[in-house]
Nanobody, 114 residues
Framework: QVQLVESGGGLVQPGGSLRLSCAAS????????VAWYRQAPGKQRELVAQ???????NYVHSVKGRFTISRDDTKRTAYLQMNSLKPEDAAVYYC????????WGQGTQVTVSS
């Protein structure tokens, strides 16, 4: 079973940036789309960004133009570059496939506050 470990979260002021990383314990077949999800308190987990095997990216409307998803299969790592962060971006961020076929990791907390 592949284990996912997210990191890179933290406290940032509005307008700031963070780069999240997601390391997989074993190689993931590039056939699958990689995705980042987030879950804010009291809300359902939502898909934020997706990177398909054709290297096509898709984003939820609220983060378009601010977030960038990427992957480095040689390092078994996916990334989410988050710029111009807003308070409403605060959540626990998770990576997985799309659909989320793997066991969820512990996530990484992102807090956006002045």
């Amino acid at each position: 079973q592949v284990q996912l470990v997210e990191s890179g979260g933290g406290l940032v002021q509005p307008g700031g940036s963070l780069r999240l990383s997601c390391a997989a314990s074993r190689p993931i077949n590039s056939f699958y789309s990689v995705a980042w999800y987030r879950q804010a308190p009291g809300k359902q987990r939502e898909l934020v960004a997706q990177l398909t095997r054709e290297n096509i990216t898709n984003y939820v409307h609220s983060v378009k133009g601010r977030f960038t998803i990427s992957r480095d299969d040689t390092k078994r790592t996916a990334y989410l570059q988050m710029n111009s962060l807003k308070p409403e971006d605060a959540a626990v961020y998770y990576c997985n496939l799309d659909p989320p076929l793997l066991t969820w990791g512990q996530g990484t907390q992102v807090t956006v506050s002045s």
